[in-house]
């Protein structure tokens, strides 16, 4: 399925979040949320299995093991304040796949160091790694205002 | 199942938070993630389908038919800054059902109202409406310092 055409003003809320919160099922049907790091780059999320401290290695974390026994992920990136008027999320619903070598995970982990410089003292690698990529089929968006 | 007993730290960072998120999965295994606002009260998390907007009459939002499908639940707290040696994040892992009368949906609505001043100009309803409440199975927490 082609990717929906994200109209401007969504594709620029979703790049310029600094955190998004990604939501995996397993095959039971027990969802998982936890907040990635994330690039946007108008067409697909990619968010990198990187080199912060995880409770399991990277093949073996929750929501890689989820994505292996259900592709349907939950992207959702949001903006809170106490002045709810200014309230307003995106949601991309869609699947999602694992990358580990080729162009596109070069393209992917580039696109994460440069938006995100911490992932420079990380050693965030080029060369071996998980990426999640995330393919939105369906935008869903909401603000108070609206 | 008992509520699992929250570490005093993990409870007050729960109680503390203003924004949650909130991982659904509907019966075909698609998650949905939305941010809720939320009250922890050591024991159960609650959250009202209240006043703000919404694309959907309460008993229609994809939240709730999400959870009638499915009572599994995902609801996330995390905390995002630039200075990642502060990350941290806790996930409760558990299921989910509805209030809609009763003293508990009193209660409820009462804790909302107390740790949201928002809700008082939204006339969030102590009388209808409905309420999700979370109960925890399963803690997972994360920091990047630990």
Redesign the interface.
């Known amino acids: 399925m082609t990717a929906p055409v994200v109209a401007p003003e969504v594709g620029e809320f979703l790049k310029a979040g600094?955190?998004a919160?990604?939501?995996?099922?397993d095959?039971?049907?027990?969802?998982?949320?936890?907040?990635i790091c994330y690039a946007f780059d108008g067409r697909h999320c990619y968010s990198a299995i990187d080199a912060?401290?995880k409770?399991q290695a990277p093949g073996r974390l929750k929501r890689v093991l989820n994505i292996r026994q259900?592709a349907?992920?939950?992207?959702?990136v949001?903006h809170?304040e106490?002045e709810?008027s200014r309230?307003r999320?995106v949601?991309l619903?869609g699947r999602a796949d694992l990358l580990s070598e080729g162009s596109e995970f070069t393209y992917a982990v580039d696109l994460l160091l440069g938006k995100y410089p911490?992932y420079r003292a990380?050693d965030l690698d080029r060369r071996s790694g998980l990426v999640i990529r995330i393919i939105p089929e369906r935008v869903i968006q909401?603000s108070?205002a609206?």
């Open positions: 600094r955190v919160r990604l939501g995996t099922a095959a039971a049907g027990q969802p998982l949320v936890v907040p912060k401290p409770r259900n349907r992920v939950s992207v959702l949001d809170y106490e709810w309230l999320y949601v619903q911490q990380l909401w108070f609206a």
